[in-house]
């Protein structure tokens, strides 16, 4: 399987971790191993604790469990929307191209 990396998430409100401030946080998914312990829909229906468990094991700036569960909803949504993604197969993933309405 081919890694599969998000584009700089940026945090509405940042997380603060002593001196560290993190405002923008890559995600990576190399296999199914990083899911394991949690059940799929669990993930796609954006679970609280689904994501606590998975997003440590794949973001960059390493997040503990315990910034994910004190993160910003708004932020927890962005990143748990990316790792949904994550698991779309391509040939399901739809090109969309929004364009005004002529009519």
Do not use: H, Y
């Amino acid at each position: 399987m081919s890694l599969k990396r998000s584009d700089a998430i940026l945090l509405d409100t940042p997380i603060k971790r002593g001196e560290q401030t993190i405002s923008s946080i890559t995600l990576a998914l190399s296999g199914s191993g990083a899911l394991r312990g949690v059940t799929l829909t669990d993930v796609l229906q954006l679970d609280v604790i689904a994501l606590s468990k998975v997003l440590p094991r794949i973001s960059d700036p390493m997040l503990t469990e315990q910034d994910v569960l004190r993160m910003d909803p708004a932020d927890l949504v962005k990143l748990g929307t990316e790792l949904a993604g994550f698991l779309v197969p391509n040939s399901s993933k739809v090109d969309v191209c929004l364009k005004p309405s002529t009519t």
